[in-house]
């Protein structure tokens, strides 16, 4: 596999080092001086200097047959460039984009650039899982394979309070994948009791959040 990472900050630093030893080609482009020479001395053939938005760089770095473009560069409107021009020019299957600010996300969104992740949306969702009493958290969200999964902490008195997995109303499209409670999580078989209080992690396709959640709220 043959990757290309713009943007050779923290994050396109530390992932170049974990691909590379994956075994995986890489080539990291950065376009600030100091920072390039910093990182040449470490991955010398690796990084090259340049603007990752121009086509003569990112042909240079061999666009034409890589495998994946890695855009984590810190502005959201080179990483949407950078996006565009690997898939709708080079025709790059597999393109990972950096999120810096979590409003811009409806943009890559808007253009279709998935996945598109953001440091601050992945911390808010940790905090959200450690916090209690936070109700439904989504904890996946996979709109081109049509999947999600979300995790809910079940309520005292709610359909599911007391029931087994078997004997949930759940529908077509949706199922309880596994169960966290004090004592660890596991995945629930079909007679497994859930409980108040339960965090109950389940995978179900967009769009059924507002029928699986009542089964678990009061």
């Given amino acids: 596999m043959y990757a290309i990472i713009v943007g050779g900050g923290k994050v396109g630093l ?13 080539a990291l482009i950065e376009q600030r001086r100091d920072r390039y020479l910093t990182i040449e ?3 010398a053939h690796v990084v090259q200097y340049g ?19 890695i855009a984590v ?6 990483n949407i460039l950078i996006s565009q021009i690997a898939r709708e020019k080079y025709l790059v299957e597999r393109i990972v984009a950096r ?3 979590p409003r811009n996300r409806q943009y890559f969104e808007l253009l279709d650039i998935r996945p598109a992740f953001s440091a601050t949306d ?14 439904l958290i989504h904890l996946l969200d996979l709109p ?7 995790e809910i902490e079940v309520e005292a008195g709610a359909p599911a309070d007391g029931c087994t997995v078997q004997d949930l109303d759940m529908p077509d ?12 999580g596991f995945v629930p078989q079909a007679d497994t009791v859930i409980h108040a209080g339960d965090e109950v992690l389940i995978c179900l396709d967009p769009g059924l959040e507002s029928t699986v959640t009542p089964l678990f709220t009061t």
């Fill in 51 to 69: 603007d990752g938005t121009e086509l003569w760089v990112l042909e240079r770095a061999g666009i034409q047959r890589a495998d994946f473009v």
């Fill in 14 to 26: 530390n992932l170049a080092r974990e691909l590379l030893d994956a075994g995986t080609e890489v």
């Fill in 144 to 150: 081109e394979d049509h999947l999600e999964i979300i």
């Fill in 122 to 135: 992945l911390i808010l969702r940790l905090i959200e899982h450690e916090v209690p009493q936070q109700g």
């Fill in 173 to 184: 499209g949706s199922l309880v994948i596994s169960v966290l409670r004090e004592s660890g």
């Fill in 73 to 78: 560069t810190g502005d959201d409107e080179d």
């Fill in 41 to 43: 001395s470490e991955f």
């Fill in 99 to 101: 999120v810096n600010n």
